[in-house]
């Protein structure tokens, strides 16, 4: 059997960042059993309260049959604690996710010898140059470099990886296939030819403040460490550091310049515990007697590798020419915009159709869409969740929608 639909189906109805190893090991990691256990079989383990019970048992498979269909027109993998390719390291998280959508090549995932690179969007080129630097040394020797494919340090990271034909995996906030951060994606282009561009959020689902969070705990997750490279005292790439903490992971931090703000958070992190990085060595080190086979004395670079790295980069015209980040202009108050209906695109099916043509701004209830159109409950599920893929229509409480 195809595990795939229920991995989907539970992964919908839990939510993202839902605590769910108790109840995935209880069932001995079969979503199927879990799918044809009732309210009650569940609610007695005493895992998920009864609200999240309500939902999970109420959530339509349909939908999961159509993220399933849509990923396959498109080329996504589904990659879930069933699959030889599931990220060894998350396994064990009780906030694990349940499905990772992937473009590219899943097998990198597989990599236990891979370390994350984090830091400030609004980096200094000292901070960018070491990211690149240290994520390419540690690209040549076989290590997975894992960062968020924002811009910053996350880019110099993928970047330095990129530049030794190394294996990288982008993790995102969003869904595939959402319209974020467009500047970046001819480099989430190039993640995906040599490595993986990953989300645990199904396609088209839109960034926003609480998927980043979710996001990072993936990032540190998946890792066997977590190198923070530039931040500031209130850093969000802090906060993976702290996950990675919690999550029994190792924490290394660059050195930064003192007087700078923009090192605060770095610094506190080493004055706390973190293991400071001067050369990629401090990180092979964490790791020599894990694997032994691949990282000994013969492997260990040059202490100043990426002293001489970062110096390359630094005065080369492409490092120079790399695009800064500018704080956006405000724009002046508009007034409130009317919500025009959009026609219904070519690409629908026709339920798709007929429900689109029935829902406005006002409202309405799945029961009365399916009366008016004259199909099944089933079908009517089935062409909402299209809509809400295509980001057509949104639900609303009390199983009603309209137009998004």
């Given amino acids: 059997m195809n595990y795939d639909l229920y991995w989907v189906w539970l992964s919908l109805g839990l939510g993202a960042g839902a605590s769910c190893l108790d109840l995935v090991t ?41 993220i399933l269909r849509i990923s396959k027109e498109n080329g996504w993998k589904i ?72 811009l910053g340090i996350d880019s110099a990271a993928h970047q330095g990886a990129l530049d030794e034909n190394g294996k990288t995996v982008c993790v995102l906030g969003c869904g595939l296939n959402t319209k974020y951060l467009m500047e970046n994606q001819p480099l989430r282009d190039e993640i995906a030819k040599n490595g993986a561009v990953i989300t645990e959020f199904p396609p088209m689902t839109p960034a926003s403040k609480t998927t980043f969070p979710l996001r990072n705990r993936i990032i540190s997750g998946m890792t066997l460490g977590t190198v923070v490279v530039e931040a500031g005292e209130k850093s969000g790439s802090l906060i993976t550091a702290r996950l990675a903490s919690e999550q029994g992971r190792d924490v290394f931090a660059v050195p930064g310049d003192l007087v700078s703000s923009s090192f605060l958070g770095t610094n506190n992190l080493i ?38 790295r970062a110096q390359k980069y630094l005065m080369s015209d492409d490092f120079k020419k790399e695009a800064i980040i500018k704080e956006p202009k405000k724009k002046a108050e508009e007034p409130k915009k009317v919500t025009v209906k959009k026609e219904a695109p070519k690409y629908l099916t026709p339920n798709a159709v007929k429900v ?36 057509l229509v949104r639900q609303i409480s009390g199983r009603r929608y309209k137009i998004n």
């Avoid at 401090?282 to 990426?306: A, S």
């Avoid at 209830?365 to 893929?389: F, M, Q, R």
Wanted: proline residues 5%; negative net charge; aromatic residues 10%.
């Fill in 271 to 308: 004055r706390n515990g973190a293991i400071p990085v001067f050369s990629p060595n401090d990180v092979l080190e964490q790791y020599c007697y894990r694997f032994f086979d691949k990282i000994n004395n013969e492997t260990r670079l040059p202490d100043d590798e990426i002293i001489r």
């Fill in 26 to 66: 209880y069932f001995e990691w079969n979503p199927f059993e879990i799918y044809g256990s009732t309210f009650n079989e569940i609610f007695s383990l005493n895992v998920l309260n009864k609200k999240r019970v309500e939902k999970l048992k109420s959530f339509p498979i349909q939908k999961a049959e159509e």
């Fill in 356 to 391: 689109y043509e029935l829902i406005s701004e006002t409202p309405v209830h799945v029961d009365d869409i399916t009366d008016s159109c004259g199909i099944s409950i089933t079908e009517t599920l089935s062409a909402l969740t299209e809509l809400e893929v295509y980001g």
């Fill in 79 to 150: 990659i879930t604690p069933s699959s030889k390719y599931y990220p060894h390291n998350l396994i064990t998280l009780q906030d694990l996710p349940l499905v990772l959508y992937v473009q590219g090549d899943e097998t990198v995932l597989a990599n236990e010898m891979s370390v994350s690179v984090v830091g400030a969007r609004k980096a200094s080129d000292y901070g960018r140059a070491v990211a690149r630097a240290l994520s390419a040394a540690m690209a040549s020797l076989g290590f997975t470099v894992v960062s968020g494919g924002a």
